[in-house]
């Protein structure tokens, strides 16, 4: 069993950055493949980034490459998003989600993959 707590979001201008934080509790997390998704208003929730755990393997959808990094530190249960030159169509709720089915990044394409989900962080970005 796993709870996944995201942590970091907020209200940033254009260009801005921002690190989204989700950090697991239970045993054995390293042995867990996670992604983050994103929702907007009215929209359907998407894959944003996703990270196996064999290998660190790491996929971006193509509206972040460039921009966002996930990353992972086993130590401290915690996987990251990095975001930088976030742009005002990347305001979303921001969800992490793993499982230890996603040893790759090519695994767990879909959200029905993760058994596992955090509540949520709001990021806001202002024009």
């Known amino acids: 069993q796993v709870t996944l707590v995201e942590s970091g979001g907020g209200l940033v201008q254009a260009g801005g950055s921002l690190r989204l934080s989700c950090a697991a509790s239970?045993?054995?997390?390293?042995?867990?493949?996670v992604g983050w998704f994103r929702q907007a208003p009215g929209k359907e929730r998407h894959v944003v980034a996703r990270i196996g755990w064999i290998g660190g393997s790491t996929y971006y959808a193509d509206s972040v490459k460039g921009r966002f990094t996930i990353s992972r530190a086993n130590a401290q249960n915690t996987v990251y998003l990095q975001m930088n030159s976030l742009k005002p169509e990347d305001s979303a709720v921001y969800y992490c989600a793993a499982s230890e089915k996603c040893y790759s990044s090519t695994q767990c394409r879909s959200e029905n993959d993760y058994e596992y989900w955090g509540q949520g962080t709001q990021v806001t970005v202002s024009s």
């Open positions: 239970g045993r054995g997390f390293s042995a867990y493949g």
